[in-house]
């Protein structure tokens, strides 16, 4: 060996030597390595790694094999009373290899997906055959509604939810039929000319939607008025018993590509307010990751480990990546049921930005104990935790205005109430044997896995016989909002889509109307959009005709006194402050709701301020609803047409809207709102009002997505008391622990440092998983992709490699030696903090 290899060899090794003291490990030195002071070589790294493990190994093993050295080294260096538990979890697999196992032993059981009948036709056609034939047992056999089913205690709510949505429906018609008719008054053909037939098709529809949006809120602002509800979940368990003992709840934090601090301090959060209550005996926590980015995939890790040390919990917060990430969340979801859901008799959903106490949890228990036929109960998770302009406004909103839906919904529905995907418990067993979610048939947008996957395993759980209610009244559960308007829009995409393809199931066979009825709400929420678009384009045509063509003053056959077509504005004023009472009364009646509860308006900075807070949400409210239309009935057009959209994690900080990206999403709205308000006026500058709202909205979505999505506006307005929140003057000490524990972040490790500092390789390595016996030519191909990447900075690294050689422990320990003593480096990959 020449002078020049032996100098690169003693310098890494010193290198190595000095990284390992800044850890906290101990470096053995050069006569614990070199055998019979032999002058250093090309194998002193396995030597060090040998002597740092104290066993003798294979020199190929010999990285690998003092992994879990370093590990303790590291933890002994700076010790944290949850490492005993920790270490207790290391262990050798079945090839002899060390393993830190993150999750708790495997309990499987089954949880199959039963194919879809949805297609009414061919189940007529069998119910046809049924009865011809007299075997009246076939269609039994093919519905499982009931089938292993709760024992019914309490029917009484069931006959008291038929008779109220038999109300609703009946108020919604009627006010509906009346504004249609008043709607002929206002057009100049009476509802006779083909576009005035279209245009009160759209209009019939869009105001039975505001309808019954209007009748929500009302039996809800009632409902909260008079203090008390006699079906009210919460209302079924007036004491406080104490959980069992020996049984245990699951919370499972579903996340993919999320932001890694602040998911792990809301799970902090939460296991901190558990830990005070005394019942940190009855809860595991579950982090199940499908992150499929390198980075983010370290950096959990690395929290899990740093959450587990601190807070002495390696026995009840498991940690686990899926390799597979097959129906996204809800495959998640349903990979943990068959592996451990059999340990739990209820888990509760968390969304990876989710913070719950510990006294909105062990209610959710004990209503899950006080009624058994419960197989869902949703709490309403209050918005908290945002500082944009954006976020703020609508946090406001969702806490005044959102108690007066919320408290409604559950008035008409009762137990077939909404689930809503997370901030929920749920009753294992049930949800395994009839929730499993099979894929739809067909390619494009409305087929394939389904997204919105909440409402359809809440129609299914109610199918089998097993309640779903709001817990309306219930504190303490809390969730964030997405910081800009167009991060908003973003997740309203997928929703979009996700509505869209549960209406596929709307026949299918079993199902409560009462979910039927929830799985169209959920097409109409963004079906509404293009519907609304569309009737502003017949009455501009309508208006066009009005004013281009010639008039027809004898629309009908045979007819013997003419019409003369003429636009009544004040009819249609009329019409229109009637709609937007509608629209407004709600808030106003939240409003009030708030001010007569001295208690209440407090947290929301006074009366004044609140009232203040009210007018000027619902101003931002209308400014934006013409932009979120456009969106929406471009999300439902593109739906409908095949085209597939991403699936993003929203942000989970504060990121703000810069100008290149608001003139790139707004941009064409706004051309298209130029073009509106110039039309208008070239054929009637005096409807250029009527149409004003809308298109000058779209005209200034530009500059309405950048300045709302400021954090220093959104500060100003907290400073000045305006959209203050109750979680925010007054805030629970959940959420002041997840600020305090944000503020105190780190920069968490990513990939380079998973390769080359000597402890996150060690975590990485024992959280690998099995190694793989690749064929020798696999091998040599994949050792050769890894030593390429380390000739180029990390950040030019592929992700799809870098995640196969994250799991791939010989990979992995071949890149450590090479990023050490290797001469065709990049120095970026020891620019480690």
Request: with cysteine; aromatic share 10%.
């Amino acid at each position: 060996m020449d002078d020049r290899a032996i100098g690169v060899t003693s310098a890494a090794l010193e290198a190595y030597r000095a990284r390992l003291r800044a850890r906290g490990i101990e470096a053995p030195a050069d006569a614990q390595i070199l055998p019979d002071a032999a002058a250093p070589d090309d194998r002193d790294f396995e030597r060090l790694h040998a002597a740092l493990s104290g066993e003798a190994h294979p020199q190929a093993d010999a990285v690998l094999a003092s992994a879990a050295a370093r590990l303790r080294g590291w933890m002994q260096a700076s010790p944290r009373r949850g490492d005993a538990a920790l270490l207790r979890h290391l262990e050798r697999d079945v090839q002899g290899q060390m393993r830190l196992n993150t999750m708790p032993p495997l309990m499987r059981a089954s949880m199959t997906p039963r194919p879809w009948n949805h297609n009414p036709v061919r189940r007529l056609w069998r119910w046809l055959r049924a009865r011809t034939t007299g075997v009246r047992g076939a269609m039994r056999a093919q519905t499982d509604a009931g089938d292993g089913g709760p024992a019914r205690r309490d029917t009484r709510w069931r006959g008291a939810g038929t008779r109220r949505r038999s109300l609703l429906i009946a108020l919604v018609l009627a006010q509906t039929v009346a504004a249609t008719y008043l709607m002929t008054a206002v057009l100049p053909y009476r509802g006779q000319h083909p576009l005035e037939m279209a245009i009160l098709a759209v209009y019939a529809v869009l105001f039975a939607w505001i309808s019954a949006g209007f009748w929500t809120a009302l039996m809800g602002f009632w409902t909260l008025l008079l203090g008390r509800d006699r079906h009210a979940i919460s209302a079924s368990a007036t004491d406080d018993p104490p959980l069992r003992s020996g049984e245990r709840t699951a919370l499972l934090v579903p996340i993919c590509n999320e932001d890694v601090p602040r998911v792990f301090a809301g799970i902090r959060a939460t296991w901190d307010s558990l830990c005070r209550a005394g019942l940190r005996e009855h809860f595991d926590i579950f982090v199940l990751s499908d992150s499929n980015d390198a980075d983010t995939r370290v950096a959990e890790v690395d929290a899990w480990l740093r959450l587990c040390r601190d807070v002495d919990a390696a026995d009840r917060i498991f940690y686990r990546r899926r390799t597979h990430r097959i129906k996204r969340k809800s495959g998640n979801i349903a990979d943990w049921c068959r592996r451990w859901g059999s340990r739990y008799p209820y888990m509760v959903i968390l969304d990876a930005d989710s913070v719950m106490s510990a006294a909105c949890l062990k209610r959710l228990v004990q209503l899950m104990e006080a009624n058994p036929d419960a197989g869902i109960i949703q709490t309403a998770p209050r918005a908290a935790g945002r500082d944009t302009l954006y976020a703020r406004i609508q946090q406001f909103a969702t806490r005044v205005y959102g108690p007066v839906f919320t408290a409604g919904l559950h008035f008409w529905q009762l137990g077939e109430s909404h689930y809503w995907g997370h901030n929920a418990i749920i009753r294992v067993a049930p949800f395994m044997q009839h929730c499993a979610l099979g894929r739809l048939p067909g390619n494009g947008a409305l087929g394939g896995e389904i997204m919105s996957h909440d409402f359809v395993e809440a129609a299914l759980m109610r199918r089998a016989g097993w309640g779903v209610w709001i817990a309306y009244d219930l504190p303490g559960s809390y969730e964030e909002m997405p910081p800009t308007l167009l991060d908003e829009l973003q997740r309203d995409q997928r929703w979009c889509r996700g509505n869209l393809q549960n209406f596929r199931l709307f026949f299918t066979q079993g199902l409560h109307p009462a979910h039927r009825a929830v799985f169209m709400t959920g097409v109409m929420a963004y079906l509404s959009a293009p519907l609304w678009f569309v009737f502003l384009l017949l009455s501009t045509a309508l208006l066009a005709v009005f004013v281009l063509a010639e008039p027809q003053y004898f629309t009908q056959p045979y007819q013997l006194f003419p019409n003369w077509p003429r636009w009544h504005p004040e009819w249609a004023m009329r019409l229109f402050a009637g709609t937007m009472t509608l629209l407004f009364l709600p808030k106003l009646l939240a409003l009030l709701l708030l001010v007569c509860r001295p208690r209440e308006w407090r947290g929301f900075g006074g009366p004044g301020k609140l009232a203040q807070g009210v007018l000027l949400e619902s101003l931002f409210a209308a400014a934006l609803a013409p932009i979120r239309m456009l969106f929406h009935a471009r999300y439902v057009a593109g739906a409908l047409a095949g085209f597939t959209s991403g699936w993003k994690s929203p942000p989970r900080d504060d990121a703000q809207t810069p100008w290149g990206q608001a003139v790139l999403r707004h941009g064409g709205g706004s051309v298209l709102g130029l073009a509106w308000l110039a039309g208008v006026y070239w054929l009637n500058p005096s409807f250029l009002w009527w149409l004003l709202p809308v298109a000058g909205s779209l005209v200034l979505a530009i500059p309405l997505s950048v300045y709302s999505s400021r954090t220093s506006l959104g500060r100003r307005a907290r400073q000045a008391r305006l959209f203050l929140i109750p979680e925010e003057s007054i805030a629970p000490r959940e959420l002041r622990s997840l600020r305090a524990l944000l503020r105190r972040k780190r920069p968490p490790p990513d990939f380079r440092a998973a390769v080359a500092d000597p402890v996150t390789h060690a975590l990485v390595t024992l959280t690998a998983g099995r190694r793989r016996r690749l064929p020798p030519p696999f091998r040599e191909q994949r050792d050769a992709a890894g030593e390429a990447l380390l000739s180029q900075p990390p950040q030019h690294a592929d992700n799809a490699m870098r995640l196969r050689i994250l799991g791939d422990p010989d990979t992995l320990a071949r890149l450590h030696r090479q990023v050490w003593t290797g001469t065709d480096v990049h120095r970026d990959w020891l620019r480690l903090s």
